[in-house]
């Protein structure tokens, strides 16, 4: 009788709130332009999500779980309750999952340390350390991206983002989508308002950047405090139109509409053009700043085509960085466009997540080194706003910047300052530490990055920092693999990740970071000709500051 | 008698150290070479016929049996020939940054010239091409700029198309171009020559962990393979035993 009366009062409720849902505004998430609108869209099931949450699996309760690489040894902490998503291997390992970290759980208790984990590491989890993301709500935090222009929400600060799963899950279906990807349905619900979803918004494995600051909560303890969490409203409720949910189908036609965007593609063009032809070519001038290039377009977006340039793959838009690529027989192609010819070239887009938007051709009008962009604000000027520390003495300064203790002494042999080099003829003009590749390398102090990647020696790069208090370092014999967003006039803290431990191509020597520390009272390029160190005239010798970083971190 | 002696001994030491003297000069530094070469060959003499056949042969009498005289066999090579020579023009000290850019412009290769600065360390000139000829790509050089004003270059490079034999045809052009010796490294997918105290030349066949995250150039898998031959002011010293070999 109990249990009956109970169910009574649950389906009450329950259709008090359902019409309350009716009619949801539909979106989808892109990582460029935000909350994208998916009224015409259709809801279909899917039996799958790539979306997962971490825990830890171990007799003691623990508050972060190990990512390993494929032989098992531990490459970063993950907090428990980060969300991450699966990724597609070769190398299959037993018991484990491959997975990339699309956003740390900044709700765990663990205060963050050297060794956690970033958005957008790889490496294996163990499978009983992955939780079904459907049985959390995430709250997105304050490095939530803008969500450009939109009626139903403001932000999308402090906003609870719960996947909906009913024994399957739901995803996004439209013409105008990509049908390789899913866009998974997600209930999302207001700062003020937990009692009934907002909207419905469908993401992209592909397209993550929204869930880059999150806290994550299981729903069960949700629940204790928010009785909506207690039950899951069904999505036919949610949506107010049963007709739109339709079974999942794989063959859904591609429309383009390339159309209606040709006419804005050509305005841009033209407005381009103008600005070219106003200056004159000068092949000495020397573009001041570096040679990185940008999409430098006055409007807002510009097509990427496909390779016969009759497809508009999708959009980019001013500043955003691409990298051209130059084909052995020099390929290039030309389009008329309203009466003007263009030439295309393939380019490159390293920042985007989106396996499916990294390459594409666009006019190679358009493709600008930063600095020479004129619709971009310059960022040739670097300055240090924030001395929290005074200098090299100053008794805050600095930490060791590998991760562990070096495994051999950098205070002799070759990798000592001083060394001989050539013969005698040259001098080391660094500390080597001596770690292992691709093991993080952390900024010694907070700083400013005035130079960034660039070819330094044998297949490795070199980042310039000035650190608080003015002093300089090299962190020379960097990896390939790069931090994100680690560029020039970028701001970095202390033990900040600001790039990895590299090998050099003839293989001499064990992975390293050469690391050169420079007063900061002279002006010009650190290497310089000459003899002996062929450094700059205030280099300094770093082997007692990093004896004492070293000891009072290790 | 010990007059004698005495007197036998100088003119073996004269005679050793003449003989010594006369190897010693063809063992001179490379940029010290070029820079006497550079008042008698001009910088846009790139052509390949130009190389003088007996100097190039004694040059690279000692090395390894793969490496012929170098003739390009094709279009592709010929392309390697000319940016190999390009190359080699700009080692000479005296040489700047806007030195190369007017001999890329010489070959139609739309030269990009930038100069990357800011008040702590000062210019970086870097030097890139918007076209490339066929078979080559991705050409890159960086020159520091030094507190006395004058630019050095720290790093050259630029790509050939990687396919069978296409390490050792890269191998041959730039030993018979830059007129290289004996290299001090060589394996089956990376050799190294020290062309003076300061600078040296490799070349790296490149794998698909070269290719990721390049600052500049674009890659796909399909590049795997892709040759890099580049000139760099030098770090370590491949002699010295104490750098311990990387065991991992």
Known sequence: MRIYMTSIMLSLLFLNVSFAEENLPLYYWDNQDGLVSAQDCKITTTSLSPFRVSSYTGN???????????????????????????????????????????????????????????????????????????????????????????????????????????????????????QKRDYIVFKVYRVHDLYRPAALVGVSAEETEVFKSFSSTPKTEMADKIPAFKREALLVHLIGNESELIEASDEVEVKEKIEEEEVHEVTALEAAK???????????????????????????????????????????????????????????????????????VKVQFPEREESDQKEGWIAELFIKAESDCKYIESKVDVSISHLDIKGLNDSNCCEFPTVKKPTHAFTSGARAFGAGRSGGARKHAACDLYRFEEEPIKSVAPGTVVRDRYYFYQGTYALEVVHSGGFLVRYGELDKKAVSGMSKGRKVKMSERIGYMGKVNSNCCRPMLHFELYKGTARGALTTGGSGFQRRSDLLNPTQYLLKWESEKF | MKNSKTFKFIVLAILFFGVWSYLKKDQLPLEASLESEQKESPASQVNIQKIEPEKTVESISNTSSSNALFVAQNKDEE??????????????????????????????????????????????????????????????????????????????????????????????????????????????????????????????????????????????????????????????????????????
């Open chain 1, 60 to 178: 003691n309760k623990q508050l972060t779980e190990n990512i390993r690489n494929f032989a098992g040894v531990r490459q970063s902490n993950l907090p428990t309750g980060s969300l991450v998503k699966f990724v597609e291997t070769k190398n299959v390992k037993e018991d484990f999952q491959k997975i990339q970290v699309i956003g740390n759980n900044e709700g765990n208790p663990m205060s963050p340390h050297r060794w956690f984990s970033q958005r957008g590491d790889q490496g294996y989890l163990y499978n009983q350390s992955l939780l079904p993301a459907e049985d959390y709500i995430f709250e997105l935090g304050l490095g939530t991206p803008d969500i450009k222009q939109d009626e139903v929400f403001k932000d999308l600060l402090n906003t609870k983002w719960a996947l909906i799963s009913e024994s399957q899950y739901y995803k996004l279906s439209c013409d105008r989508l990509d």
């Open chain 1, 274 to 344: 103008n600005t070219f032809d106003e200056k004159v070519a000068n092949p000495l001038r020397a573009i001041v700043g570096g040679l990185k290039k940008v999409v430098c377009i006055s409007g807002d977006r510009l097509n990427v085509r496909n390779s016969s340039l009759d497809q508009v793959l999708f959009k980019t838009q001013l500043g955003e960085p691409v990298k051209v690529f130059q084909s052995f027989n020099g390929e290039s192609k030309e389009k008329l466009i309203n009466g003007e010819r263009y030439v295309f």
């Open chain 2, 79 to 248: 392309s390697l020939s000319l940016m190999t020579q390009i190359l080699k023009d700009s080692l000479p000290l005296e040489k700047e940054s806007q030195d190369l850019v007017r001999e890329l412009e010489k070959n139609q290769l739309s030269p990009e010239l930038a100069r990357d600065t800011n008040p702590y360390t000062g210019d970086m000139m870097i030097v890139r091409t918007k076209r490339n000829l066929p078979g080559t790509r991705y050409f890159h050089a960086q020159y520091f700029v030094g507190e006395d004003g004058k630019e050095f270059l720290q790093h050259m490079s630029f790509e050939f198309k990687g396919g069978a034999g296409a390490f050792d045809r890269a191998i041959s052009a730039a030993q018979t171009l830059a007129n290289l010796g004996t290299p001090v490294k060589k394996t089956k997918d990376f050799v190294q020559w020290n062309i003076s105290e300061n600078r040296e030349v490799w070349i790296k066949v490149m794998g698909e962990k070269d290719l990721i995250d390049d600052p500049y150039n674009a890659y796909t898998k399909a590049d795997i393979g892709t040759i890099r031959l580049a000139v760099e002011k030098k770090i370590h010293d491949d002699q010295h035993q104490d750098h311990i070999e990387n065991e991992q």
